[in-house]
């Protein structure tokens, strides 16, 4: 993130600030410490509030904003009209679990697959949910094909979150060593390398996972040649790919 100082970012207005007891970054980080399980390492900044790509911090510092929230905020902080839409929907109906339908979900639903190519989607709040959700899929369909697969392929350098599934296929032992065992029957292989590929799917593998292009692994596409042989192997085996 690169940090710049504005001359014209104008601090948070006072009703803007009227919820806030704490007011300076000191309180905020002293709270955290204190009340906050301490699993991720923060930069000590305080951002009030967002405006485009930009942030702005307690003291009206202005911020060129260059993650999006991980991607979360990728329309822009203060969208007016996503913000309105938020505003809207919880102020006719917050929630209605799945229990029941709801008239957006359908619609959403579609959309996405008109706009994807593949026919259903699964609704969930995170990436590592969604990764978690995909390894069950992938159990689940070789158990309805009575014909039960394990083994999943994974890359070396992958990233796909801190749940015990995701974290089984994420490659860093920095996140993992911690909370072995993990899920069994995963093998990695170098994401250059397809021989390795070849040699590891097999009428066993289950599924292959793959980031099309690495993000935590130092931002690399994966190599066409890899992309070509993760297809044949797939072909080859009936093996499934998460992407
Ligand atoms: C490729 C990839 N998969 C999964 C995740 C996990 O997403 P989340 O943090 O929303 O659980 C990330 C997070 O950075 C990611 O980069």
Redesign the pocket.
């Known amino acids: 993130m690169r940090r710049e100082r504005e001359s014209r970012a104008r601090p948070a207005a006072p009703e803007d600030r009227d919820h806030m007891t704490m007011t300076t970054a000191t309180d905020v980080i002293g709270a955290e410490a204190a009340h906050i399980l301490q699993v991720y390492r923060r930069a000590p900044v305080v951002f009030e509030r967002g405006h485009g790509c930009r942030l702005f911090d307690q003291a009206g510092r202005s911020y060129l904003d260059l993650i999006s929230g991980?991607g979360v905020a990728s329309l822009g902080h203060a969208n007016p009209k996503l913000a309105a839409a938020i505003g809207a929907q919880a102020s006719e109906v917050l929630h209605t679990s799945n229990l029941f339908f709801h008239p957006l979900q359908a619609e959403v639903a579609s959309r996405l697959a008109s706009l994807s190519g593949l026919p259903r989607a699964f609704f969930c709040n995170?990436?590592?949910?969604?990764?978690e959700a995909t390894l069950k899929f992938a159990r689940r369909y070789w158990h309805a094909q009575g014909a039960p697969r394990e083994g999943i392929v994974a890359f070396e350098h992958s990233?796909?979150?801190?749940t015990l599934g995701?974290l089984s296929v994420t490659w860093d032992d920095h996140y993992r060593a911690p909370f072995a065992p993990l899920v069994p029957g995963v093998t990695f292989v170098p994401p250059d390398d397809p021989a390795a590929l070849r040699a590891a799917v097999t009428s066993s593998t289950s599924a292959i996972i793959v980031?099309p292009i690495q993000?935590?692994g130092g931002v690399r596409p994966i190599p066409a040649r890899m992309a070509a042989a993760i297809n044949e192997a797939c072909a080859k085996t009936g093996t499934l790919l998460i992407a």
């Open positions: 991980v995170s990436g590592t949910e969604a990764v990233f796909h979150g801190r995701s980031e993000g935590e």
